[in-house]
C-alpha cells in the first residue's frame, strides 16, 4: 500500500478515558448506524414466534406474550460493529437467553439463529448462555424500531455485532458449528473484537 | 503495477486535484489531472479511494461533471456527518494526490450518435451532477436533441450550475422546483415533484422520449414510477440512485 | 438507509469480472425477471454488498471482500448476459 491522503482521517474519535472500552480499529460513534443486506422485516407481534428447533422439528416455541412474560432484563453493554463502529453504553430491554434455553433439553454444542428475511449467523452455545446473551425487543426506553431489528433481535454484545441477528426468530441447535449468512463469504465463524477476528484466518 | 491502465481495465490510479471551485455554499467542483486517463461519456461516474496513515480506507463513488473530452472533474456536496464529502470539500488542495478509479457506467450514459429521443433529465439535488456532462456533450457535438432539465433542490441558493444553467442555449428547457424554500417572488414550481409537474415536463410518448433520473433513492423512485405512469417504457427511463449521503 | 441500484457496483463490478457490467441483463434465478444490473437493488454496507432481483427482492449476488479477495456469490443468478 503505497498511497496515503493527506489530512484524512476518517472518523476517529475516541473519547478520552474510553479507550480501554473500544477494541482495536473501531471508532465510537453517537449514532446508531443501521446496515442492511435487504428489506426491513415488519413483523407484527400477534404473528411472531421464537422458536428453539433441532434437526427439522420444534422444541419449544413462545408467543410474543409468551415471550413477554418471562422475567425481564434491562441490560447497558457496549456494541461493536465490524465495519469498525463501537457504540458505547446502549441500553436494551430484554429475555436472557439462558432464559428460553433452560426450558428446552439438549445436549448441542452451537446454535445458528436464523431471522426474518433469511439472515442466519452461528454461534457456540456456551457464548449465549451464562448471562453473556439475550433476546432484546427494546431499546433506549421504547420499542425496538423495525430497522434496528425489531421486534426482537439477538443481543451478543461480546462478540462482533453480526453475530447479534436483527429480526431473529429463533435458534437451531447444532452438534457442529455450521457457517451462517456472513460466515459462508469469508467472515469469522467466532467473531471476538478484542482479537479482531473480523475474517476467516483472523 | 499502480498507475498502470491498461486499456479495457479498471485500475486505481493516483490523480492530482488541479482546481477546487465552489459551486454553492455546500458544493465544490474538484478537477483532476489524471496521467492515464482513457477518457469517458457522458453520465458515467468514477470512484474515489482515501487511505490514512493506519491504512483505514473509505471509497465512494462520484459521477463525473465535465463532459467527455473535458478535465475529469467530479462536483461535492458536503453532508454534515459524512466520512468522506468533508475531507473533499473542506481538506483537499490543488496538488493533493488522490486515488481514483474510473471511468465507470455502460448504462446511465447518453452518447448523441447512438441514442435518441427528446431528453427528459430528472435531477434532486445533487443528482444534477451527471447532466452537467451531458448537457455539455450535447452542446459540444452540436445534437440538435431537445433537452429538458427538471431539478428538484431545497432552494435556490443550493442549486448547483445555476449560472451555467442559466445560460443554457436554445434546446434546453431547466425547470425548478424549490422544496423547502423560495426567494421573494418567486413563480417557479415549490415542493416535490408531483404527477401534475411531470405531466407538464415530460415529452409525449409519442415524441420517444429518452429519460434519466438521478437523486436519492426515494426521489428516483418516485418520479421514474411517475413516469412509466404517463406511458414511458420502463427500458426509456434510466435510473441512478445515491444515498442520502450524496456520494454513494 | 435506502439502498441504491447496480451503477454503484459498476466498479466493484468490473473489477471482478474485468468488464463494464452495469448494462448487461441480469436474469433473478427465483422468479425469472431480468433487467439491467444498474436496475437491481443494491445493499451497500459491508460485512459485504448485498443484490437483490427488484421484482422479488430474492439475492442475486453477494460480494463479500475478506482480506484482499473477493468472495462472490452468484447463485441466485438464472443468467448474466444476453438472454
Known sequence: ?202 | MEGTAVRGRLTWQTATVSAITPETARASTIAFDVPAWPGHRAGQHLDVRLTADDGYRAERSYSIASAPGEPVAITVERLDDGEVSPYLTEELRPGDEIELRGPIGGYFVWDPDTDHGPLLLAAGGSGVVPFRSILRERERSGAATPARLLYSARSLPEVIYHEELERSGTGVDVVYTLTRSQPPGWSGHRGRVDAALLAEVAWTTGQDPLAFVCGPTSFVEAVAEGLVGLGYPPARVKTERFGATGGR | MDPLDGNAIGGLMHEVFGAEMTAVTATCATCGASGPVAQTVVYLDAPGTVVRCRNCASVLMVFARVHDRYCVDLQGLAALGAR
Open chain 1, 1 to 202: 500500500m503505497s498511497h496515503i491522503s493527506r489530512g484524512f482521517h476518517g472518523r476517529r474519535r475516541t473519547p478520552a478515558g474510553q479507550e480501554g472500552r473500544v477494541p482495536p480499529g473501531q471508532y465510537v460513534t453517537e449514532d446508531f448506524p443501521v446496515l442492511s443486506a435487504g428489506p426491513t422485516p415488519h413483523t407484527p407481534t400477534d404473528s411472531w414466534t421464537f422458536s428453539i428447533t433441532q434437526g427439522g422439528g420444534t422444541k419449544k416455541s413462545w408467543t410474543w406474550a409468551e415471550m413477554q412474560a418471562l422475567p425481564q432484563e434491562d441490560v447497558t453493554a457496549d456494541i461493536h460493529c465490524v465495519t469498525r463502529w463501537s457504540k458505547l453504553d446502549t441500553h436494551w430491554q430484554a429475555v436472557s437467553i439462558d432464559t428460553l434455553l433452560e426450558q428446552v433439553e439438549h445436549d448441542a454444542a452451537y446454535v445458528l439463529a436464523f431471522s426474518d428475511g433469511g439472515y442466519t449467523t452461528n454461534l457456540p452455545l456456551e457464548d449465549v448462555t451464562g448471562g453473556r446473551a439475550w433476546l432484546a425487543y427494546g431499546y433506549d426506553g421504547g420499542p425496538l424500531p423495525a430497522e434496528h431489528g425489531g421486534p426482537a433481535r439477538l443481543l451478543v454484545p461480546h462478540l462482533y455485532f453480526w453475530k447479534s441477528a436483527k429480526w431473529v426468530r429463533g435458534l437451531q441447535l447444532l452438534d457442529t458449528d455450521e457457517p451462517g449468512f456472513w460466515e459462508t463469504y469469508g467472515y469469522h465463524m467466532y467473531g471476538d473484537p478484542w482479537k479482531e477476528q473480523r475474517y476467516a484466518g483472523d
